[in-house]
């Protein structure tokens, strides 16, 4: 069983900055892809970004390209997002994700997830 717990998220600004870290128990983390996903009031869980088993290889949604980046620490059992430059219609509660084929972007195909973190973005 894998156990994914998220922290780093809280209030910001619009266009300030937060980073998000996700710590894996369990089991052995490096041989899952992760990712992130959020999901707004009333709105679907989204795919915002993801990261190979190795951390070689990323992948993100459009609209998040160039402000935010994943990253993992395999050895700390740990996957991070920094997001910079965030908007108002950010706000949302992100999530954690682990184990699904590399390159999806449905949240049907994730096994494990987080319980989430509140991220809120003021205007």
């Known amino acids: 069983q894998v156990q994914l717990v998220e922290s780093g998220g809280g209030l910001v600004q619009a266009g300030g900055s937060l980073r998000l870290s996700c710590e894996v128990s369990?089991?052995?983390?490096?041989?899952?892809?992760m990712g992130w996903f959020r999901q707004a009031p009333g709105k679907e869980r989204e795919f915002v970004a993801a990261i190979s088993g190795s951390g070689v290889n990323t992948y993100y949604t459009e609209s998040v390209k160039g402000r935010f980046t994943i990253s993992r620490d395999n050895a700390k059992n740990t996957v991070s997002l920094q997001m910079n430059s965030l908007k108002p219609e950010e706000t949302a509660v992100y999530y954690c994700?682990?184990?699904?084929?590399?390159?999806?972007?449905?949240?049907?195909?994730?096994?494990?997830w987080g319980q989430g973190t509140q991220v809120t973005v003021s205007s």
């Open positions: 994700a682990s184990r699904f084929v590399y390159g999806s972007r449905s949240a049907g195909s994730v096994t494990y």
């Open positions: 369990g089991r052995t983390v490096s041989r899952y892809n």
